[in-house]
């Protein structure tokens, strides 16, 4: 029995001392003092250095996109520097092109800020907010997907483009002890300003979409920060081609819907592929827009159709349709969603086909 | 016999080197391994962090655990003082040593798991060093480990333009050349022996 004590108590004051030893050298040695953070050459911050740029620009409500949350792994959260942050580190390498880096552009989340510093981020991310939502409506649309609305707090508007995604800040829960954000697509059209709707994947050990599908319920409070993203629906007259897998058609949805609302008469084509019958979602109100709509078409296929899908549409990928029915890149468009290897490969296919670099829009979902 | 400490240095770098005749701290040594310059800072800092966190553990395992008879714990309270050391090393490079931080970059942190640093600590245990004893071997072991890596990556370097059949390339051809080497470092067992 003492001895087991012995060990409980030598062991806590060990790390208690070790631990008390840190946070002295924290307060300490990596204290830098205040700093002044430019931004734009207009706005002013004075804030507490020695902390990641990204983490001191949020504690500020500037929102900078940012998929990992500061692991620097995403690659999302992009900031110019025009002055001060030290040297450009090995971190940053795999994400900032040669080019970027000569214009001083740096990840904000492996960027310290130990100095004055000057920086630049695009006008449009003072647009972006935090709101704390309450989750209304929860749906299963497949045994993976489930659809979720999320109310804006009374008052408050989201001003977002179709095409574009918030963050959600997963809270800490049983199955992880660490707050995380993570990018969901909104599929609702720009027009539904207090409520946006999600569709939400089950990963296996996804810390949000396990928190999501396993523990969230209708009334609870979720913290949601956005709007974000350059996969945006652009305006002309070029015929669309649209293509999806899984949750990628969320964000088609809601140009979909954008269209749909403003009388948008453009030629569009929305291929989606689903692996068995039981995956596809979401078909009803695509049909219903396909009606509504006089140059909408939707073509499906399934890659692996059972005998009790009785499926007699078309079998196989995305790609295989894309193979198909498009001819050629002529005045066209692309906006694709999905996985990156699908991503990728629709992406060859598609530039085999003669469209322009400049004319395929995607949204690699990761 | 009692071995003196200088002995016990060169025997740590040449003869029971800690990559070569021990195996440990692989991971960064086939990973890093591919130009000279960042392997030697990164054996630098391992040289550095070896030394002082033996020195340091000694005391903690001589004057803690022993008269407390909790030495079964020292594999715990090694790790953690090794995390903590790293911790409060790299808050001082990178306040008062930008250029040494900046060319340091990630393996600083990275060095915590090294097992060649938990395994120096070890050893001294079990082989029971006194002080200077291990500060030889942390020492000595920590410039054999900067000399292997060293060496590896200026191999590298010679053979980086060479066909090589693909399943080889990167960690299959290094892990060749590591057994290479450590056939080639058998013959400095002439010198001196330890264990």
């Known amino acids: 029995m003492d001895n087991i004590l012995t060990t409980i108590v030598?062991?806590?004051?060990?790390?208690?001392?070790?631990?008390?030893?840190?946070?002295?050298?924290?307060?300490?040695?990596?204290?830098?003092?205040?700093?002044?953070?430019?931004?734009?050459?207009?706005?002013?911050?004075?804030?507490?250095?020695?902390?990641?740029?990204?983490?001191?620009?949020?504690?500020?409500?500037?929102?900078?996109?940012?998929?990992?949350?500061?692991?620097?792994?995403?690659?999302?959260?992009?900031?110019?520097?025009?002055?001060?942050?030290?040297?450009?580190?090995?971190?940053?390498?795999?994400?900032?092109?040669?080019?970027?880096?000569e214009k001083g552009v740096r990840l904000s989340c492996q960027c310290k800020v130990k100095e004055d510093m000057r920086i630049a981020i695009p006008e449009e991310l003072f647009n972006v907010k935090q709101y704390l939502c309450t989750v209304t409506e929860i749906e299963n649309l497949t045994d993976k997907i489930k659809r979720i609305r999320l109310e804006l707090p009374e008052g408050s508007e989201l001003d977002y483009k179709p095409g574009q995604y918030v963050q959600i800040l997963t809270p800490v829960y049983k199955e992880s002890d660490e707050e995380v954000y993570r990018a969901y697509s909104i599929t609702t059209p720009p027009s539904s300003k207090n409520a946006v709707e999600l569709f939400i994947g089950y990963i296996p050990e996804g810390i949000c979409t396990t928190y999501i599908h396993k523990y969230l319920k209708e009334g609870d409070k979720l913290n949601v920060i956005g709007p974000f993203g350059d996969f945006q629906y652009i305006h002309s007259d070029k015929e669309m081609i649209l293509a999806a897998i899984g949750t990628g058609m969320s964000p088609i949805m809601s140009i979909l819907r954008h269209m749909k609302e403003n009388n948008i008469n453009r030629k569009v084509t929305f291929f989606f592929g689903a692996r068995t019958r039981p995956d596809m979602y979401m078909m009803d109100i695509l049909q219903e827009l396909e009606k509504e709509m006089d140059n909408f078409t939707?073509?499906?296929?399934?890659?692996?159709?059972?005998?009790?899908?009785?499926?007699?549409?078309e079998v196989g990928r995305v790609t295989n349709l894309i193979e198909k029915f498009v001819e050629n890149g002529d005045n066209k468009e692309a906006y694709l969603c999905g996985n990156p290897p699908m991503i990728d490969s629709v992406v060859k296919i598609l530039l085999d086909k003669g469209f322009k670099e400049e004319d395929i829009l995607y949204d690699k979902f990761e | 016999m009692e071995l003196s400490p200088v002995t016990i240095f060169f025997a740590a770098i040449f003869t029971n080197n800690m990559i070569l005749s021990n195996f440990l701290g692989m991971c960064s040594f086939i990973a890093i391994s591919s130009d000279i310059k960042t392997s030697l800072?990164?054996?630098?800092?391992?040289?550095?962090?070896?030394?002082?966190?033996?020195?340091?553990?000694?005391?903690?395992?001589?004057?803690?655990?022993?008269?407390?008879?909790?030495?079964y714990l020292r594999y715990i309270v090694f790790i953690v003082v090794i995390a903590?050391?790293?911790?409060?090393?790299?808050?001082?490079?990178?306040?008062?040593?930008?250029?040494?931080?900046?060319?340091?970059?990630?393996?600083?942190?990275?060095?915590?798991?090294?097992?060649?640093?938990?395994g120096v600590s070890l050893f001294m245990i079990i082989r029971e060093y006194n002080l200077m004893q291990s500060i030889a071997f942390g020492s000595g072991s920590g410039l054999g480990w900067l000399l292997a890596i060293v060496a590896m990556a200026?191999?590298?370097e010679k053979i980086k333009n060479n066909p090589l059949p693909k399943g080889l390339e990167g960690p299959g051809i290094t892990l060749i050349i590591t057994g290479l080497m450590a056939l080639a470092f058998i013959g400095f067992s002439g010198i001196v022996q330890i264990q």
Not at chain 2, 42 to 71: C, K, Q
Not at chain 2, 84 to 93: A, D, H, P, R, T
Request: proline fraction near 2%; hydrophobic fraction near 40%; aromatic fraction near 10%.
């Open chain 1, 10 to 101: 030598a062991m806590s004051s060990i790390t208690g001392i070790l631990a008390f030893l840190l946070s002295i050298a924290n307060k300490t040695i990596a204290n830098y003092g205040e700093k002044k953070l430019t931004i734009n050459e207009d706005k002013e911050l004075t804030v507490d250095g020695g902390d990641s740029l990204l983490s001191t620009l949020i504690e500020n409500e500037i929102f900078i996109p940012s998929a990992c949350g500061g692991k620097g792994s995403c690659g999302y959260c992009k900031v110019k520097v025009l002055d001060g942050g030290g040297q450009f580190l090995a971190t940053e390498k795999g994400y900032v092109s040669e080019e970027e880096r």
């Open chain 1, 298 to 313: 939707l073509i499906t296929c399934l890659s692996r159709p059972t005998e009790s899908c009785s499926w007699r549409g």
């Open chain 2, 41 to 71: 800072n990164l054996g630098v800092a391992v040289t550095f962090v070896m030394t002082f966190t033996t020195i340091i553990n000694y005391n903690v395992y001589h004057s803690l655990l022993v008269p407390l008879d909790l030495e």
């Open chain 2, 84 to 118: 903590s050391f790293v911790q409060l090393v790299e808050m001082v490079v990178e306040k008062y040593f930008q250029t040494l931080y900046y060319a340091l970059g990630i393996f600083l942190p990275l060095i915590t798991v090294n097992c060649a640093i938990l």
């Open chain 2, 154 to 156: 200026g191999i590298r």
